[in-house]
């Protein structure tokens, strides 16, 4: 019973801190065939990839296991005709409400590493799986949530807001403004969430597609005001990489490595690691 607690309390703490996947070098993404569309039910076609160059296809096809559509009305979409190739998967969506559809990657998962005697063993599942399957011997726990979001918008006819509701997970976007209502040389403000509260102080990158033909990288970078807001100004109209992510702690040079569990098996002061990715279309003025 005493293991049984310990397992228990530490999948617990372990899911209010909510630790998420860190951000690796290689950038995820969403590219839409397009964002703004009028017309009879149109359709977009999406690509989901993960690359070292913003929207080109060099390294690898994103996964679409955690594919999510949020149609105009707030339910759920089904995403048509998936399928994944070497360096990109795609898929279509049937625009047939009016309004503003979400599509994101969302990876909300928790990871296990424990010992049985002297053997290593990890497991992936939920706290109430990973709470069954985590023998009650296992020695040196340790528990981490990964989350992230990789996410894009587009609109039918006129824009709206359902479908931007945020969930209270993970690093989100609030639309102050609309995500589909973007133009060159105009200021847009988006504020961010990160598990409901604001993500202030976090750094945020902005690119604009095509850098693999241009000889300078071109981004822009800033960090989220005590609102968890930034501002952009558009320089030119494309497809842009919007990245959000919590400032890393400073390194500390002879400094020992934290331990990785604290007294009784609970978590000391785990680093907190989220990230949140977002394809934007700006629109010539």
Not at 17 to 29: D, E, G, I, N, T
Request: glycine share 8%; proline share 8%; aromatic share 6%.
């Amino acid at each position: 019973m005493k293991n049984v607690s310990l397992r228990a309390r530490t999948l617990a703490l372990a899911a209010a801190l909510a630790l998420p996947m860190a951000a690796h070098a290689h950038r995820a993404w969403l590219l839409p065939s397009g964002t703004v569309y009028s017309g009879q039910q149109p359709w977009v076609s999406v690509d989901a990839a993960i690359s070292n160059d913003i929207f080109y296809y060099e390294h690898n096809a994103a996964g679409l296991d955690n594919l999510v559509v949020v149609g105009p009305n707030g339910q759920p979409v089904q995403a048509e005709n998936q399928a994944k190739g070497r360096y990109r998967s795609m898929f279509d969506v049937k625009l047939e409400q009016q309004g503003t559809y979400r599509i994101a990657l969302v990876n909300d998962g928790m990871i296990a590493s424990f010992k049985v005697g002297n053997e290593t063993k990890r497991l992936r599942g939920n706290a109430e799986s990973l709470a069954k399957e985590i023998p009650a011997g296992a020695t040196d726990l340790r528990v981490s949530q990964n989350n992230s979001r990789v996410e894009t918008f587009v609109t039918r006819g006129k824009p709206s807001t359902d479908a931007l509701k945020p969930t209270g997970k993970g690093i989100e976007l609030v639309a102050v403004t609309h995500p589909n209502d973007l133009v060159e040389g105009d200021t847009a403000t988006f504020r961010f969430l990160d598990n409901g509260k604001p993500a202030a102080g976090y750094s945020a990158t902005v690119i604009l597609g095509g850098l693999r033909y241009r000889s300078e990288l071109g981004e822009m970078r800033m960090d989220t005001d005590a609102n968890g807001e930034i501002k952009v100004k558009w320089p030119a109209a494309g497809m842009y990489w919007v990245n959000v992510a919590p400032p890393r702690p400073p390194r500390v040079e002879g400094a020992p490595p934290a331990p990785p569990t604290g007294p009784a098996g609970t978590l000391a002061e785990p680093v907190r690691r989220s990230n949140y990715s977002l394809t934007l279309e700006v629109l010539p003025n």
